[in-house]
Structure formats: structure tokens, C-alpha cells
């Protein structure tokens, strides 16, 4: 039951900043979709926190445009609370 942290540098044409993000969006969306709504109820699941930060990295990018300061995303996704126990077969018919 560890946390798992996920950065992207948002760097680059804005379209290609926005589909990062959306990508990185979309897996957080599956992974709720996991917990509350699993494939196999047979399976544990866990209920977990997210927390994203921008922060500027340390240094500067060089560009054909020049220098740039650099920002990252950050997310990391933390388990909250104990592991919720697999469903019963049984349940599944009702």
C-alpha cells in the first residue's frame, strides 16, 4: 500500500501541454472508475487522495526560442484507509 507520484513537464505548444494533462487526468479517472466500480469484485480495492502541485524545476530549458523556466505537474496518489475487502460471489446475484 504505497503512494505513487506522476510529473510532466509542461513545456512545449499548448496543445501538447493540454493532451498531457488530459492523459494524466484520464488515468486518475480510470483508477477511480477501479475503485468504485472494479472489474473483478472478487478483488480488493483501496480508496486513495490525489494531490497535484505546479512547480517551477530547478534550471532553465534551452529552445530554439531561447532559455524558458520549466514547470511541472505533479501528482501523487496517496491510499486513505484500509483496504476494502473483496465482494462475496454471492453478492453478485442480488
Known amino acids: 500500500g504505497e503512494?505513487?507520484?506522476v510529473?510532466?513537464?509542461l513545456l512545449g505548444d499548448e496543445k501538447l501541454r493540454r493532451l498531457r494533462i488530459a492523459i494524466m487526468a484520464q488515468a486518475l479517472?480510470?483508477?477511480h472508475h477501479w475503485q468504485v466500480l472494479p472489474n473483478e469484485p472478487t478483488r480488493p480495492t483501496?480508496?486513495?487522495r490525489c494531490v497535484s502541485d505546479?512547480?517551477?524545476a530547478e534550471g532553465f530549458v534551452h529552445s530554439a526560442k531561447g532559455?524558458?523556466?520549466c514547470h511541472v505537474l505533479s501528482i501523487e496518489v496517496l491510499p486513505h484507509g484500509?483496504?476494502?475487502p473483496p465482494k462475496d460471489d454471492t453478492e453478485?446475484?442480488?
Open 46 to 48: 483501496r480508496l486513495f
Open 82 to 84: 484500509p483496504k476494502v
Open 92 to 94: 453478485q446475484g442480488e
Open 3 to 5: 503512494g505513487v507520484a
Open 54 to 56: 505546479v512547480r517551477t
Open 7 to 9: 510529473e510532466t513537464i
Open 29 to 31: 479517472t480510470r483508477a
Open 67 to 69: 532559455d524558458a523556466e
